[in-house]
Structures are given as structure tokens and as C-alpha cells.
């Protein structure tokens, strides 16, 4: 470690220290500034001559200038390896269970721990054979990490092709032992282990090409799959103001969404969200493996209370797992809760740097840095031929619940799928409260575009007449509007609208969804023999009814057919006739 | 090793600078001026410039003072002896007892390791029927409560702290007006809470900067208290006016303001204390009620609105009542499945039926004409308000239930409720 650079704190202000050093630093490197016998990770965020100004990962309270500094020569990485999988991280990946084990009930500054158990023995197989050429992020072997094939790469860092000179036998291996050797292009030799680091802040990019993202990734939640889908390796955000359930459905993404990891970013939110998922998660069962849906998770914690620094760290930590995982060729799901607070611990920063600032005292590169951020998601081709996604979901919290404020529009400006929740439908208990008049999404859904087009259609007529009928009422309103508007309501209420406290529910496939969406356009899409306004509520509420309880009854089952039966009975009763329009629709004329 | 200087270099608002070495950052020193001595923190170091916040305000300090650093943080004492006394944000005594100098603990404190939490289970009962019956605190609960000014919110917390179930009160009051504190002070002591309540207290005479110690004064003392096995309620009046003491300081100092003049790190600010709440596995809790007063009832507005997104609901006061409609407590669900059979059902259907009641009140005032069954809706309204809503109403939780019960059975028939036929059978009141 004494090669390194040593320097002196100069000054503090907040989380904001500046270090004269000699020799060289780089920016991002890594620093620990020594106090009371503690060592507090710093990050090298400015350099002017001979002083670098660096922001402390911890509290900063009993530094004093003349303190001092160590560089490490690395900038802030993340180690990856076998073992991540059913983790608690911090943002800077200490596994906070460990933490507690060390320190107690508190965060207590200064303690570190190991990210992945050093002990542990994993069963290799080796791939790859002595005198291949490779490259970084080419497979040497595997190991079986729970339900997963754990590739074990060339690691990313190594820049150049090399001859594969030894590896391992099959057996158990640690993390850190060698098994494998490499030899670069001047005949020195590298050797490899089965973990390695890599620098959060630099995309992963060990990939033939980027893959456009055009299959639809199953969230079960019916309003986005049919309505605003999210494809695997696309982007979508969910801005909402507070109460609107942006974490409620963050958390029903994590238990249902049809990809292989999640990797959960609770970032500068409360504390008992992620008591709740960790109450719960080793309870569930994924039913891609049957295993604990736990095993498929990773959380990175960084609550509204943890230190600021490490908040905006924490972000970077997750998408680089997010890109380890992809390698594998897995799809990996990154939901971020919330990046309004990432680009918060930005504007701290900034303010403390006394940068000039941009609109509402954020910095000027927000919008890069939330571009860059949302770019690495993405499918790509890897160097074996499978191909991996990583998805990245951003909930935002606009102050106010108003939307054009910059993070919003900054985040809008870059993602393929805008799910905007709003107050009304949220104070009306309508659950999601994805509000279809604002959402868009530039994904294929998984029911055709015709019918989609069809309903939102419906939607919008029915929000018109609506707010006409609010100056006009139910008596200036024709009887065909009316009808209209009570189509539009009911498939609000029977579609859109999802009980979350309903296993059957709430767990809508795609299947399902194709099924009901389109028995929906036939009742919908079908003008009936209805003589005034009372008897077409009434007609449309019994209809409501029965679709409530069959989305209530198991896919195919008895029940579920028996409910049917019920609805073409009362299809039939109304003297049901499918328009030109939908019938065309559900022949796949227009699909 | 307690340094002293003699030069102050220069006086900005509450801040002064000093040239002196080995500081620490946020080491508190003592400043003696004309008008008495005053705490001042370390807020930066640059190199030999040290920079203080003084908490009496820079108000007649003199470049000449004396400046002497103390070599500790803001610490408070902490002992049994807490209970039943009233601190300044300094935290000196202002009940004219003696000082407590004993067992010094830091404020501000490191946050709980997530993993330590325990999910939040326990109600916490309060009496006041809004609460418990329809938006249940739970214990290690953060809630906001709402308010305009004007409002009775004091006189709802000091109902709260005499009648909720818990240990110790840690009352922080700030930019209080003195008769608010004397009404606290009278309200408690009659109540007979006093000797489990400790009060830290900034009056809106008293200077800006010990406006901002009294949350993390309050919370550090809770938290103590609660590994101590205790339940612990925090009540902090007004948070709008720590966040503008926030404020203040933060443009003196000028810093560049984000959002209405509120610097950038309002919401870490502020979550930072609110997060002080938990449930400690095995030991005790901290819950946390903190009035916020929204300038010119607007929830957008910064305080109230980062406020929202912090905590685990919130009490909407509006016309001397808890509404039910603006009113979220977010935990409710992990324990009102556990208190009475009928509770969740006979909730739902109250506030169901009291919606549909605002709404036949709405065409009311439009002129339409009434139905039976508006007529029904109106009686239910009104009853509701006036024997469950009133702030006034002391019940407990089955007492509260069954007086639902009765004022349904009062207004309507059974098949109008939209209540499970089972829970029907066993709670309607026979007549």
C-alpha cells in the first residue's frame, strides 16, 4: 500500500473534502481519509493543481485539516463473482447483514465488509482449453449459483487478446484462488481468479453488438403489457407524486416480471420498503425455478437516511451487477426506487462544488448522467452467442406530483416507456394508477397493436364524454355517448384496474391477457338492444360483475368456464352485435 | 487542551470565522459576548479558517470575543433524570432545574442498519377514533399530520401524548409560540404525562439555529430511550418551521436554493430525522408524529410535499377534523387484520358510505332533489361527523367499532351497508 499516494486534509465543508497530495491522482480514484482511528472511503471528484476535492462516503464530523489521506489508485468497483445472488448490499456493496454482525444496530462509519464470502468453495467446470485465444469477457467455466449457470469470464478489465495458458480441473475453488492462467501478446502471464473488479461508473461493454429490444417482457400487470409494454433490455420510468404507488408497483414488477434476476436499487427511500421486501421475499417462490424468490434477487440499499454520497454511488453499483448477470446471457430486471433521489445526492454535491446550477439548482449534466445511466440497458449478443438484457424501471418523484420539472423531463427524454401515475386515479383506489391519457411506450405490447389501438381509443372517447357530462349531466348527454362513456368505464374497471392483494389477480400472463382483451373487444366493440340510459347502466354494471369475478378465477379452470359461460349469456340477453370495426380486429385483419 | 482565540476574523449572519488549528469538523466551542456565553458549531474548515454557527445568533458578537472549543460534538445528556424537565435547543434547562452534564450522547447519530429493523406490527393506541379506528398508528410509525395554521394541531398532539400507549414523550417544539409551551406545559402536567415526558423547546422568540438542534435533540434522546426497551412517542411541532430555520441558514450562508428558497438537501434533511423512527427487534421503538403546517394549504408546497414522500402516510387536520379522505396511514394493514374481526370491513363500509354521502351533499347544494336514500346518506353524514369525526370524541378502539355499528343499524337497513353478511349477523345491534 505505501506506493501509493498520501496527501492532507485542507478543508471541509459538508461531505465535501479537499486533499493536498503529492504525485498523481485520477479523478473517480478511490481515497480513505483517516479519523479517530477510522478509515472513511472517499471518492476523487475534482483535481486543481495540487489539491483534489473528494466526497467522503460517510459523515464527516471530527476531521480536522492536516488529517490524513490515502489513495488507493482504484476507482470505485464493484467485485464480481459468484456468490452476489440473495445479497443485501449498501451502495457501495458492504453486505449490511455482515455490517450488523460487526457493528450492531447502527451504520457505524468507517466499517467495511468483504461484498462476497472469501471462504466459500464453488464447484468449477472449465470451458475453456489451454491455448485458446480469448478476450475479456469470453467464458473460461462455470459454476452452478443456485438456480443459475454462473459463467466465469476473461475478466472485463483485460483489454487485449490472450492465449488461455493453464486452467483449472473441475472441483471447488474459492473466490480469490487462481484457476486459470493467461498469457498477453509480450509473453507475460495473468492469472485469473473467479472474481474480479470492475469500476461502477464504466459500462460493461464485453459484447458483439447491441440488439434492439422487441420482446415484450411479461410484468403480469395488465395495463402495461397490453397497453404500455416494457421490452426486454428497454427503459421505462414511473413518475408519480407521493401516495400514488410508484414503490407498490416497483414491487409487484420485482415478484412478477418474467426475467431471470432483479436487482432491487432502494435508493434514498424508506427504510421499511426494504424491511418489507426482506420479510417477504424468502417466503415467495419464484415460478421460473421454484426456488425462494430471494435467490433470484439482489438488493442495494441506500435509504433516505444513509449518507448521501453513497447514495449516488448506489445507483452505479447496481447497473454494473445488473451487466455482470446480463454476460450470462440472463435477463435482468434493475428497479430503481427512486433516481429522483440519485439525481438529489447529484445537486447536493454540485452545490457544495459551487457549481453554476441549471434549472431548479440541479447541475447541467443531469441530463447526461440520466441518459448515460438509462443507455445501459439494453439486449445484446455476447461473444458466446447467447444474448442477455438488462431492463431498467425508474420511478421518479417530481416535486409537487408535477411532472415537468427537470428529472422527469430529462428521464422522458431518454426511456422507451413513460408509466405516469397520477393523484386522481390514485385517490379514486384505483390500483395501478397508471393513467392511460398520459402513458406512452414505444415497446410491441402482447396483444396486437390493432386491438390496443382500439381500446385506447375507447379510453379517450369515454374520458371526453365524461368531462363533458360533468357540465352537461347524465340528461344532456345522448344515449350512444352514454354508452360509450360506461364501455370506456368498465374497461377501466375490469382491465386497467388489478387487485394486487389477489394472487390470481394479480399474476395476469400473457396468455390470459390475450384471451380476455380480446372476449373485451367482442362485448365492447358490439352495440346492444338498450333503450335508455338506466337500462344501459344497468347492463353494463351486470357485465362489470361478471368480468370482476373472472379475472378473480384461475386461468382455465371450471370456474373460469363457467364464468364465461355467463358473460356470452348476458351478451346474448343484450342482443349482442359485433361491429364491422371489431370483428376485423379479432381476425387479425388489422394485427 | 481546550483552545482559546481572541480574534474573531469576521461576523456573516450566525457565522463567525476564526483562524485556529486542529479543529475538528462540527466540534462545538463556546463564545462568550456582552450578552452571556452561547454554544457555536464548526460548519467549515478551510484550512486555519474556521468557520462557527453560532446558536444565539451573531447579534452583537464582537470581533474581540472569546472563542473557546470544547474538543466534543453536540452531545446530550442522557439519563431517567430527563423525564419530566424542559431543555432549550442548546440544550440547557429552561425549567430552572439543575444541568445535566452526566452520560453525554451524540446527536445526529448514524442510521439503523436496514437489516436490524423489524417489520412494524404493534398498534399504537391513541383513543381518538379517526386514528385508531380508520387510520391506525402503528408503533415506529413516521406521520406527518397536516395542517393549516389555525388549526387546534397542538391540542391534538397534546391529546395524543396523555392518551397514547407509550413509555416516554419526547416533545420538540419549534419556533412555538410561548403560549403554545405554556399550553403544552399546563395541558400535560394536568393531564398527569409530565413525569414521562421530556420537552425540548425553541419558541419563535429564541434564535434560528437552535431551531434546527431540537429534532435531533428529541431523536437522539428517543432513540436512547428505546434501546432501553422503552416505547417512545416523538411529537415535533411545527416542522415547517425547522425546515425554515433550514432556510435561513442555508441563503445567509449562500447557498444556491433549489425549490422556493428550501436549500437542495431538504429531503435528505429531513428523512435523515423522520428515518429516526423504528422498531428495534427485542428492545423498543421510536414513532415519530410531526405537525406540518401548509402555507396556504397547499401540498405541493416543499415541506409538506418532500415530507409526503418520506413518511408512512399522513393526518390530514382540516376544520378541526382528521379527514378521512386526505388521511393515509400507509401501515395500517399490518395491524388492523389483528384487532377485532369486524375493524377492516366496518371501516371500508364507513368511509364508502361516508363518500357516498358527500357526494348526495354535493347535489344537495347543486338543488337536485333528494331520495330516500339520500335522505339516509345525509343522516349517516351527519352522525358520523358529529359521534365519531369530532376531535373531541375520547373512545376506545371496540368501543369506537361499536358505536359504528350502532350509528349504521340508526340509519340504515342491513343489505344497504355492502358489509359481509357473517359480520352482519354477529355485530348488528338488536334493537
Redesign the interface.
Known amino acids: 500500500m505505501t506506493k501509493h499516494n498520501a496527501g492532507k ?5 459538508g461531505n465535501l473534502v479537499s486533499v493536498e497530495f503529492d504525485g498523481n491522482v485520477s479523478l473517480n480514484e478511490i481515497c480513505f481519509v483517516k479519523v479517530d482511528g477510522a478509515e472513511l472511503k472517499s471518492e476523487v471528484i475534482r483535481i486543481h493543481g495540487k489539491v483534489a476535492q473528494v466526497q467522503v462516503y460517510e ?8 488529517d490524513e489521506v490515502e489513495f488507493t489508485g482504484e476507482m470505485l468497483s464493484v467485485l464480481l463473482g459468484p456468490g452476489l445472488l440473495g445479497q ?1 448490499y449498501d451502495g457501495l456493496q458492504n453486505p ?2 455482515e ?2 454482525k460487526q ?7 468507517g466499517v467495511y465488509a468483504q461484498p462476497l464470502d472469501l471462504e466459500k468453495k464453488w464447484e468449477f467446470t472449465p470451458l475453456a482449453k489451454p491455448g485458446d485465444t480469448l478476450r475479456a469477457g469470453e467464458v473460461l467455466g462455470f459454476v452452478p449459483e443456485g438456480a443459475f449457470t454462473h459463467k466465469i469470464f476473461v475478466p472485463f478489465s483485460l483489454l487485449e487478446g490472450y492465449t488461455l495458458k493453464s486452467i483449472a480441473e473441475k472441483g471447488m475453488y474459492g473466490i480469490t484462488e487462481t484457476i486459470a492462467v493467461l498469457t498477453d501478446s509480450r509473453g507475460k502471464d495473468i492469472p485469473v481468479s473467479m472474481s474480479f473488479r470492475w469500476p461502477v461508473k464504466r459500462a460493461v461493454r464485453c459484447y458483439k453488438e447491441r440488439l434492439a429490444p422487441t420482446e415484450t417482457m411479461e410484468t403480469k400487470v395488465r395495463l402495461i403489457d397490453s397497453f404500455f409494454p416494457v421490452a426486454k433490455g428497454g427503459t421505462y420510468c414511473t413518475p408519480g ?3 400514488a404507488g410508484k414503490t407498490v408497483l416497483q414491487h409487484t414488477m420485482s415478484k412478477y416480471a418474467d426475467v431471470d434476476i432483479v436487482i432491487i436499487a432502494a435508493c ?1 427511500e ?3 420498503e ?3 421486501t ?2 417477504e421475499f424468502p417466503e415467495l417462490t419464484d415460478p421460473k425455478t421454484g426456488r425462494s424468490l430471494m435467490e433470484r434477487t439482489i438488493i442495494i ?1 441506500n ?4 449518507p ?1 454520497a453513497s447514495r449516488e454511488a448506489s445507483i452505479y453499483t447496481s447497473v454494473t451487477l445488473a451487466e455482470y448477470y446480463r454476460q450470462m446471457g440472463l435477463n435482468v430486471l434493475l428497479l430503481a426506487d427512486s433516481t429522483s ?1 440519485w439525481a ?2 447529484l ?2 454535491m454540485s ?1 457544495r462544488l459551487e457549481e453554476i ?1 441549471g434549472e ?3 447541475p447541467a449534466y443531469l441530463e447526461s448522467y440520466i441518459a448515460a445511466f438509462y443507455e445501459r440497458a439494453g439486449r445484446v449478443l455476447l461473444p458466446d452467442g447467447s444474448t442477455g438484457s438488462v431492463t431498467i424501471g425508474g420511478s421518479v ?1 417530481p ?4 411532472f415537468e420539472e427537470p428529472v422527469t423531463q430529462a428521464t422522458l427524454k431518454v426511456v422507451g416507456a413513460f408509466l405516469g401515475l397520477s393523484r386522481e386515479r390514485s ?1 379514486a383506489r384505483k390500483y395501478p394508477a397508471i393513467d392511460p391519457l398520459i402513458s406512452w411506450s414505444k415497446y410491441p405490447g402482447i396483444i396486437g397493436a390493432g386491438e390496443t389501438g382500439y381500446l385506447k381509443q375507447l379510453v379517450l372517447q369515454g374520458s371526453e364524454i365524461s368531462s363533458m357530462m360533468k357540465v352537461v349531466g347524465e340528461e344532456g348527454t345522448s344515449l350512444s355517448d352514454y354508452i360509450v362513456y360506461l364501455k370506456a368505464d368498465m374497461l377501466d374497471a375490469v382491465y386497467m384496474q388489478q387487485n394486487s392483494f389477489d394472487l390470481v389477480d394479480a399474476n395476469c400472463g400473457a396468455e390470459r391477457q390475450r384471451y380476455v382483451s380480446a372476449k373485451l373487444v367482442r362485448v365492447l366493440g358490439s352495440d346492444y338492444a338498450l333503450e335508455d340510459q338506466d337500462g344501459a347502466r344497468g347492463f353494463f354494471q351486470r357485465m362489470r360483475q361478471r368480468f370482476i369475478d373472472w379475472n378473480y378465477a384461475e386461468f382455465g379452470s371450471e370456474d373460469f368456464k363457467k364464468l364465461e359461460l355467463e358473460i356470452d349469456r348476458l351478451y346474448e340477453e343484450g342482443k349482442g352485435a359485433i361491429s364491422a370495426r371489431a370483428e376485423s380486429l379479432l381476425k387479425g385483419g388489422e394485427n | 487542551m481546550n483552545q482559546v482565540y481572541n480574534r474573531i476574523e469576521s461576523i456573516t449572519g450566525n457565522v463567525i470565522t476564526v483562524r485556529a488549528s486542529g479543529v475538528k469538523y462540527h466540534e462545538l466551542a463556546q463564545i462568550r459576548t456582552r450578552f452571556g456565553k452561547s454554544l457555536a458549531e464548526v460548519i467549515k474548515l478551510d484550512g486555519d479558517m474556521v468557520s462557527l454557527q453560532v446558536f444565539a445568533g451573531g447579534q452583537g458578537v464582537s470581533t474581540g470575543d472569546e472563542v473557546r472549543f470544547l474538543g466534543r460534538e453536540m452531545q446530550v445528556a442522557f439519563s431517567d433524570d430527563l423525564l419530566g424537565r424542559i431543555f432549550n435547543g442548546s440544550g440547557e434547562p429552561i425549567d430552572k432545574g439543575p444541568e445535566l452534564t452526566e452520560n453525554r450522547k451524540p446527536i445526529g447519530g448514524p442510521s439503523v442498519n436496514p437489516t436490524r429493523r423489524i417489520l412494524a406490527n404493534r398498534m399504537l393506541r391513541t383513543n381518538i377514533p379517526m386514528i385508531d379506528m380508520f387510520n391506525t398508528l402503528v408503533v415506529s410509525q413516521k406521520l406527518p399530520i397536516f395542517s393549516i395554521s389555525g388549526e387546534p394541531y397542538n391540542q391534538l398532539l397534546a391529546r395524543i401524548a396523555m392518551q397514547a400507549e407509550a413509555d416516554v414523550i419526547v416533545l420538540g417544539g419549534m419556533g412555538l409560540k410561548y403560549d403554545d409551551f405554556l399550553y403544552f406545559k399546563d395541558a400535560l402536567s394536568k393531564g398527569g404525562a409530565l413525569s414521562r415526558t421530556v420537552m425540548f423547546i425553541h419558541t419563535a422568540a429564541d434564535p434560528t439555529v437552535e431551531c434546527m438542534m431540537i429534532p435531533d435533540m428529541a431523536l437522539a434522546v428517543a432513540e436512547q430511550f428505546a434501546l432501553q426497551d422503552k416505547d417512545v412517542l416523538v411529537l415535533l411541532t411545527d416542522m415547517t418551521n425547522f425546515a425554515d430555520a433550514m432556510k435561513e441558514i442555508a441563503i445567509t450562508q449562500e447557498q444556491v436554493p433549489s425549490n422556493r428558497g428550501y436549500p437542495g438537501d431538504l429531503y435528505s434533511q429531513l428523512a435523515s430525522r423522520y428515518e429516526k423512527a423504528v422498531d428495534f427487534a427485542n428492545s423498543g421503538s421510536v414513532t415519530i408524529l410531526a405537525v406540518t403546517t401548509m402555507p396556504g394549504d397547499d401540498v405541493t408546497h416543499p415541506v409538506p410535499d418532500n415530507t409526503g414522500y418520506i413518511t408512512e402516510g399522513q393526518y390530514y387536520l382540516k376544520g378541526g377534523r382528521i379527514e378521512p379522505f386526505g388521511s393515509l396511514s400507509r401501515l395500517k394493514q399490518n395491524v388492523n387484520g389483528k384487532t377485532r374481526k369486524d375493524h377492516r370491513a366496518l371501516m371500508d363500509a364507513m368511509i364508502r358510505l361516508y363518500a357516498s354521502y358527500k357526494e348526495t351533499l354535493e347535489k344537495k347544494n347543486m338543488g337536485f332533489a333528494m331520495s330516500r336514500w339520500d335522505g339516509k346518506l345525509l343522516k349517516y353524514g351527519e352522525m358520523f361527523e358529529d359521534r365519531l369525526m369530532d376531535l373531541s370524541v375520547n373512545l376506545s378502539l371496540e368501543a369506537a367499532l361499536d358505536l359504528g355499528w350502532e350509528i349504521l343499524a340508526e340509519c340504515f337497513e342491513k343489505d344497504e351497508t355492502g358489509i359481509k353478511s357473517d359480520l352482519i349477523e354477529e355485530f348488528w345491534p338488536l334493537k
Open positions: 486534509v485542507v478543508s471541509v465543508n459523515m464527516t464530523d471530527g476531521i480536522k485539516c492536516g443485501i449490511l447483514p455490517l450488523a457493528a450492531g444496530w447502527f451504520l457505524e462509519r407524486p407521493f401516495g434514498g424508506r427504510a421499511g426494504v424491511v418489507e426482506l420479510t440499499c435509504t433516505s437516511s444513509m448521501v433521489r438529489q445526492a445537486r447536493e452545490g446550477p431548479e439548482a440541479f418523484s416535486a409537487g406530483g408535477n385517490d
